[in-house]
């Protein structure tokens, strides 16, 4: 048996005290500790399904290092749940994060040799698969969490790490999730081996007395509560026979609802540490939102969780605040996996955008849609963590029962050329090949879908056309293109522009056009940065203004110096481009953006 949670670890010194570990010791997973352990030992595949909250992220990585079941490689779908899981796990652990536990998102990395349990995204995975293959996947243990959110990056992971799995007996997989349709992964798993299945193991809340209590309320519920009709608003969204031909738009009455909402709350609890969490689907919504809680700014500390903000001011909505109510406008980066501690209220627009890729035109668009029940219930999981729980979902209970129970996989409804490419790029020839390993995913795409997505690699010249029985090669602009940390528009662009000698606008552009929300816009309160900037860059040129948003925003800090590096190393005369191309560029972007 290794070390107990509560003994300080090999780590060297604690940043912070550790969290009590009666926090812990009540959560419903702790009853189920040998059994896990057990169970994981005997099977390669194990699916652990257990409510949200109840200990699976933050204990079954301790469980299994405590085996000597080592090292572990934990991913989450989102960065921002990445760095807050990583977090309290080390902070339980007594441990300094980057020693014992580590973590890897985008550019950021804080593991070192000895570290025992690292966190990761499914994105960073696939990026190391490219360039180490399967060998990536050297670790004892592999936890994928929630697996019921299926990214194409997840799905995509998962299909690897059978791969592997049907070549390597050591590894053991764990799959948790709270919503995970059980009997599609016992399927996916089946030709495992002789014999072998996919041991299922549910987390009942048997220890009622452990789990806060919830409460659900609808829009009818809200509307009362506020001494309004919910009428208009549920003709509005909610009528008509299939929520999917119900708009999805959340006009201005919705963000008044919401903001009586917040104010009854507000005078009706009494404990100003309880926070608020609201989950709107776009930028522009909680923009909105916070325009206009703006005006209550002596009430009411607002703080934006969105996909486009820095991860450390994202973690600053983490902090129990004494002086002011927190409120907390999110997308759904905050759906899945994080406690924010003293969250006792949510309020649920349950809309989502979703990314689509529109064939007719040739790129990716958006659409807003109802939320599925799945993340619906993953948003009600935010709270009754640490306190009891109230959520509010603002649509009618008959129009919530009729919502998907599950969203539709991301790999069934974008384009796959980034992906396909970077497949094509892979060494190892388990996965280099996309037409293969497509077919092998839990839903595997229309071959056709993938034909498509090779045949336009093969026009742009990112691939060579393959003789009869071989497989696509990419070109030395296929591979420099997938070596890009931007989106596959974005590499194109910079690309283009450096054919014509104008790299550093092509950089300028592409990481402008990832940048989302565009950084010079409208940030939220400083506006009077927009202003600036604009007349420093008229005036100035290229010499940033180091108080300035957009070169505060961690998109231009850390993307640009990486992408100057590759592309220098790769193709040194490809910067042409004088200090005159340079100013024009910024001036025809901020054109652009005016
Ligand atoms: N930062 C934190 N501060 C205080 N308590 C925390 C913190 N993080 C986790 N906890 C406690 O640990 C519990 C378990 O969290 P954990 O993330 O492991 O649950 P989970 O089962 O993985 O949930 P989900 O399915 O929502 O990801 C929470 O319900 C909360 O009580």
Known sequence: MGESPSSPTSCSSSRSAPFPQSNFASLPVMALKDKIVEKILENRVTLIVGETGCGKSSQVPQFLLEE???????????????????KMVAKARNCELGAQVGYHIGHSKLISASSEIVFKTAGVLLDE????????????????????????????????????????????LVLMSATADIARYRDYFKDLGRGERVEVLAIANTNQQALFQRRVSYLEQVTELLGTSSDLLAQTYCSGPNPS????????????LIFDLILHIHENEPDIEKGILVFLPTYHDLEQQWHRLNPLSSSFKVHILHGSIDTQQALLAMKILKSHRKVILATNIAESSVTIPKVAYVIDSCRSLQVFWDATRKKDSTELVWVSKSQANQRKGRTGRTCDGQIYRLVTKSFFNKLEDHERPAILRLSLRQQVLLMCCAESRAINDPKVLLQKALDPPDPEFIEDALNLLVCMKALDRPSPRGRYEPTFYGRLLA?????????????????????????????LMDAQPQPILRPFGEEHLVLSYKLHVLACGNNSPSDNFFYQSSVYRVRLPILWWR????????????????????ISVLATYF
């Open 483 to 511: 070596s890009f940390p931007l989106s596959f528009d974005a590499s194109v662009l910079v690309l283009k522009f450096a054919d014509f000698g104008l790299l550093q606008q092509g950089i300028l552009l592409g990481i």
């Open 68 to 86: 000597n079941i080592k090292p572990i490689l934990c991913t989450q779908p989102r960065r921002f749940a990445v760095v807050a899981v990583a």
């Open 129 to 172: 698969m490219r360039d180490k293959g399967l060998n990536a996947l050297n670790y004892k243990a592999i936890i994928l969490d929630e697996v019921h959110e299926r990214s194409v990056e997840s799905d995509l992971v998962l299909v690897c790490v059978k791969q592997f799995l049907l070549k390597n007996n050591d590894l053991r």
């Open 567 to 586: 592309l220098r190393l790769y193709c040194p005369n490809w910067s042409k481009g004088d200090d005159t191309n340079w100013k024009l560029g910024c």
């Open 245 to 256: 031909m119900a708009a999805a738009d959340i006009k201005p009455e919705v963000h008044r």
